[in-house]
Each structure stands twice: as C-alpha cells, then as structure tokens.
C-alpha cells in the first residue's frame, strides 16, 4: 500500500494499491487540475530529489517552514513557541529527517492545527514522526483523505489549545476555516495566523476573503461581514498568512476597514 501524494494540491492520501483515480481537493472549485493533468508522488521519491525545508525565524517564538524548491500550493507553514507548548500552524507536504531533528531543537511539538483542508498535506506523517495530535474543525471532516486517529476534530466556534492559542472558526473559505490567535506574539500585542482564511493582498495594509482564490470566486457580503466581526473580539495586531505574507501592525483595524471596502466593491459603493 502506498500513501500517494496529488501533485497539485499537496494533500497526501490513505494508503493504496494503485494512484487514486482523482484527487477530491483539486476536482472542486476552490482548487484545480493541472493543465497538464492528474499526476501523484510519494513522500519517498520527493526525498530522492533535491527538496529541503527552510525554517527561519519570523519574530521571537516563531518560525516559517518553507519546502525548496516549492511544490504544490507552495504554503508555508509556523512554529509557535508558546511557554513550553509548541504548535505547528498548517502544514506542508515534505517532511525529512533533517526537518524532524531542526523542530526537535526548537522544542519539538505539542500539536498541530490546520485552517482549511488546502494545507491537510502530510498532516499525519508530521504527527506520527512527533507524536501529536491533529486539530481540525469538524465542519471540514469530509475533506479528509488521509483518515487518522491523530486527528481531533473540534466543533463550535472556539478552541482553546493551550493559555495564549486558540483556534477560532471564521468560515469563508471553508466552512469549517479556522485562524490561531496567539495572544504572546508580537511581544503581548498578539499575532493571529490566518491560512488563506484571511488573505494578506499585494498592499500590506489590507486583507481580502474569498471562496476560491485560484478561481477568483468572491464571498458574499453577509460571509465577510461575519468574518469581521468575529475577529472583533480577538487580541493581535499582527496577521501572518500563508505565503510568507505579514500585516506587520494595525491588522486588527485592517481587517474591518478591508472587510468594509470588500462589502462596498459587492454593492457598487465602491465605485
Ligand atoms: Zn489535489
Ligand atoms: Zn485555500
């Protein structure tokens, strides 16, 4: 049995004979096929070519993971460094030795939480070579493909992973879409990271919110007024996406003036 990797998407399946027919990520549209087609990997043959994992350090108590060259989606995901909890904030579909011994040095791993299926990846070879329990909100369950019991599916629209993290289920992009407010960061002022939940855009001071973003597919209005006003309530002055992306400060207020400007564009205010 082999755990087949989608070229495209990066998601890692549950074990087969053969390559899967199709892959359920990229077959919807908030994804797509490669214009070339369907085609598979395996963690074993991507460790035959020259992929790395760099981790470089973003502030204090977090790090970047980045896989060299890029491959799928190309996401990157975080280390938190928490008071002695450390979580990995989405996840990325290579994973080494090499990567396992850098993270055991930092700390080594408490869990790992994920804000939409696009980032699922190796999820639960991370898990396994760690030893650590997955958290991914239940509304996203069907999406899936790799089934593990590492993996807690949370429901309502808080988790509290540790004093300092939690996860809030903002929806959107996912129903089930999810952010991690780490109130610690950003020296006390509080980081939130957001996955493609809440998109950081070209210009730094503004974030956007979209059901597909390859296909450009907007949300409507009632979605993203939602989405803002959930973030209300929530303590970080700082937002971290997931292409290597930084609102450095000012992202509370950024997110309800993009919000505003999102509604406004749909209603033709804008304009
Ligand atoms: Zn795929
Ligand atoms: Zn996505």
Redesign the pocket.
């Known amino acids: 049995m082999t755990n087949f990797i ?6 890692q399946y549950e074990g087969t004979v053969h390559q899967p027919d199709s ?5 919807e549209e908030r ?1 797509y ?1 490669s214009p070339d087609g ?1 085609s598979w990997t395996t963690l074993e043959e991507m460790k035959q070519k020259e992929y790395q994992n760099i981790i470089q350090v973003e502030e204090e108590g977090l790090y970047s993971i980045k896989t060299s060259p890029e491959f ?1 989606i190309g996401q990157t995901a975080y280390l938190v460094q928490n008071a002695g909890f450390n979580v990995v904030w989405d996840c990325i579909t290579y994973l080494d030795e090499v990567t396992v011994k850098a993270i055991k040095a930092l700390g080594g791993l408490h869990a790992i939480a994920l804000s939409h299926p696009h980032y699922y990846s190796t999820q639960v070879e991370w898990a396994e070579a760690f030893d650590v329990p997955i958290y991914i909100h239940e509304d996203d369950k069907e999406w899936v493909m790799r089934p593990s019991g590492r993996i807690i599916f949370w429901s309502g629209e808080s988790l509290e992973l540790t004093t300092g993290i939690t996860l809030h289920r903002l929806g959107g992009h996912f129903k089930g879409g999810a952010v991690m407010e780490w109130t610690n960061g950003k020296k006390g002022k509080g980081v939130l990271l957001t996955g493609d939940v809440i998109q950081v855009v070209a210009d730094r001071n503004w974030v956007s919110f979209m059901y597909s973003y390859p296909n450009l597919i907007p949300l409507p209005a009632t979605k993203v007024e939602e989405i803002a006003d959930k973030t209300l309530k929530l303590k970080f002055d700082r937002i971290y996406n997931a292409f290597h992306r930084v609102v450095m400060e000012g992202a509370h207020e950024a997110v309800q003036r993009s919000a505003q400007r999102y509604v406004d564009a749909l209603s033709g205010r804008l304009f």
């Not at 989608?6 to 998601?11: A, D, I, K, N, P």
């Open positions: 989608c070229e495209t998407c990066g998601v892959c359920r990520i990229c077959n994804q096929v369907q799928a």
